[in-house]
């Protein structure tokens, strides 16, 4: 080791001594802890916050977890919330057994603070309110994230250099931010829709003259009341391309008159305008329909069709070139054969898995690249999808038309060569 690297280890011992040293300090002088005061920060993350985090350095190591909030976790009575983590604590501490040894004294005392705190929290201060799943991202100050969301994932912890995001990212890939548009001839309303919340972005207002046809005006005065019109829809297809690039928005809905509509999608720029999956024609001030059921009807459809063409495509594709059935699909995994992968929401099989070297099985044999016991887990296909995802394999998830799977066993795969079920 170069001297310049022994000086550089020696500082960020000295620096997570002090860390520690200033959380022990406030641990004592301050309640509720530090891990606490995360709750105050926004309940969901976007997606550049997520690479915000994957960017930053950590002195530390990182502690993410994913709690799924069920009805036996939230008796506050039993502190069934802190049991589970507990029991999540106690296997991942002996999986990462060998980063932990290795890492330096005052970074380990610091992951032993981090994890109290997790504990303390979840037994002691936090309370559910209309959420599905808890996920807590902690590394010493640097990082104290708190997140509540209105869907379910799977109970996890991971103790690793950064934070474990792919569960999450993969919550949000189904979970698709939705610009709302309510277009008026005077008047465009900018809301973004996400996880149930409706939150207002933006709105723009001007002065439209009334542009209906009327033989007794000069056809100069009409152009005129048009260009006022058109200068509006602009300003608004501006403002629905901004927000498009600051990654506010996944997919459009537009509401408001059809002839305003169509002038307005004039003006769209071609990669919005490719994001629109809902129309609802009619005035937005006249229309007393909740929005809510409106969106959650657009986004519905959306994936409805987005299921249908993923399984169709199917058909296009050679026999040779598709896996069929859980066993298949494994085998074609295990080989990193997968072009994409389509399964039913509802698949559950137990199974076997190395999460160091990516191996799924159905039986509880060794891992063939470390001689490791596999582990057991509850549901192999939520594994499976995870692996994919890390592999940048396109992933359809079907949970409205899972009957056209049927002839695939609820399961099928587009490979790069032909594999053979076990």
Request: proline share 5%.
């Amino acid at each position: 080791m170069s001297d310049q690297q022994a000086i550089q280890d020696r500082e960020k011992q000295i620096a997570t001594l002090r860390e520690l040293r200033k959380s022990r300090h406030e641990e004592r002088a301050e309640r509720p802890p530090r891990l606490l005061r995360g709750l105050d920060a926004p309940t969901v993350i976007s997606k550049e916050e997520i690479k915000g985090l994957l960017k930053a350095e950590y002195q530390n190591l990182v502690v993410s977890l994913y709690l799924q909030l069920g009805p036996e976790k939230v008796a506050p009575t039993q502190k069934a919330l802190a049991r589970s983590f507990h029991s999540l604590q106690t296997r991942e501490l002996e999986r990462r057994k060998d980063l932990i040894e290795g890492t330096p004294k005052a970074q380990k005392e610091m992951l032993t603070h981090d994890l109290k705190e997790i504990e303390e929290l979840l037994a002691q201060y936090y309370v559910p309110h209309d959420s599905h799943t808890l996920i807590i991202f902690k590394s010493a100050g640097e990082l104290n994230r708190v997140i509540q969301l209105p869907v379910h994932a799977t109970d996890r912890l991971t103790i690793d250099p950064d934070p474990y995001i792919v569960p999450l990212e993969m919550i949000l890939e189904e979970n698709e931010r939705v610009l709302f548009l309510e277009i008026e001839k005077q008047e465009s309303r900018f809301q973004i829709y996400h996880f149930g919340q409706r939150q207002e972005q933006d709105r723009i207002q001007s002065f439209v003259p009334s542009d209906r046809v009327d033989d007794s005006i000069p056809g100069r005065a009409q152009r005129h009341r048009l260009t006022h019109l058109e200068r509006h829809l602009k300003a608004t297809a501006q403002q629905a391309y901004h927000l498009y690039n600051d990654s506010s928005f996944d997919v459009l809905v537009l509401m408001g008159e059809e002839r305003v509509m169509h002038l307005l999608e004039e003006f769209l720029h071609a990669t919005v305008k490719a994001q629109i999956i809902g129309r609802i024609y009619g005035s937005p001030d006249a229309d007393p329909r909740d929005r809510k059921s409106l969106i959650e009807n657009a986004l519905r459809d959306h994936k409805a069709d987005r299921e249908i063409k993923a399984i169709a495509d199917l058909k296009e594709h050679n026999p040779s070139e598709i896996a069929r059935s859980l066993g298949s699909v494994v085998n074609a995994c295990n080989l990193f054969l997968v072009r994409k992968l389509i399964v039913s929401g509802g698949f559950h099989h137990q199974g076997f898995i190395c999460k160091e070297h990516h191996y799924l099985s159905l039986e509880p044999t060794d891992c063939p690249f470390c001689g490791k016991k596999l582990v057991s887990v509850e549901n192999l296909v939520d594994e499976m999808i995870e692996i994919a995802r890390l592999h940048a394999v396109e992933v359809t998830i079907v949970s409205h038309h899972w009957e056209l799977l049927t002839e695939y066993e609820g399961i099928a795969a587009v490979v790069y060569a032909p594999v053979t079920a076990t």
